[in-house]
């Protein structure tokens, strides 16, 4: 616990606490943090770096009011979240949809009104549309009635909502298409030599190196 990666190089991991192994394989699980351009601003920031919101999107001073003409949504906002006593909302990509929608209504209202104007709305999660991949064919989601289902009928469910959430009929044809093959055949195996000396490739792909290194013209 408290240990973080320090670097991984020539099969060689170390830590941060000094100690150092071998290792073929490594597994980055990493989380979301919000651009480090906040960092350079004078917005209120919570530990993890997000700008302090209230529950209308908008942020919060030193004094507890909204700040005027600063709004926040998505992995940079801290907004509270009602269900979990006020902890900030997870930065997953249900709540920045939801945010965004609300963000832009809200905005709306307060160019035509002002930014203290009584009809903006604040931000109420709603579980209906969460569902979570845990491998092929699992998964777990809530239901737009309330209802919690786990298995094969989860992981077809977020597969649709993954789907529709695509941002372009052309990728959505693409990524469906890819699906349905990899359902009909076995895994291809073909570029899995690359995972183990990923490197040519890339300088493959890149053309000939301008320092004169072995790819480039001679």
């Known amino acids: 616990m408290r240990t973080t990666l320090a670097s991984a190089a020539d099969r060689v991991v170390a830590l941060s606490d ?4 071998g290792a073929r394989t490594l597994v ?12 350079d601003t004078d917005l209120p920031l919570d530990t993890l770096g997000r700008v302090r919101c209230l529950a209308t999107l908008q942020a919060v001073g030193p004094d507890g009011r909204a700040l005027p003409g600063v709004w926040a949504a998505g992995d940079c906002a801290a907004v509270p979240d009602p269900d979990a006593d006020g902890a900030p909302c997870a930065p997953n990509a249900q709540h920045a949809f939801a945010q965004a929608e609300l963000l832009a209504r809200n905005i709306a209202v307060a160019l035509d009104a002002g930014p203290h104007a009584p009809g903006l709305a604040e931000y109420r999660p709603g579980h209906a549309a969460c569902s979570t991949s845990l491998g092929l064919r699992r998964a777990v989601a809530h239901t737009r009635r309330g209802r919690r289902i786990t298995g094969r009928r989860a992981w077809w469910l977020h597969r649709a909502r993954h789907l529709r959430r695509l941002p372009s009929a052309e990728r959505r044809v693409r990524v469906l298409m890819d699906w349905v093959l990899g359902g ?32 480039a013209p001679r």
Do not use: I, K, N, Q
Not at 18 to 21: E, P
Not at 201 to 212: I, L, M, N, Q, T
């Open 28 to 39: 980055w699980t990493a989380g979301v943090r919000p651009a480090p351009l906040l960092r």
């Open 18 to 21: 000094g100690s150092r192994f």
């Open 184 to 215: 009909l055949f076995s895994r291809e195996v073909v570029s899995l030599g690359a995972a183990e000396h990923p490197r040519p490739e890339f300088e493959a792909g890149s053309g000939p190196r301008p320092d004169g290194g072995p790819d």
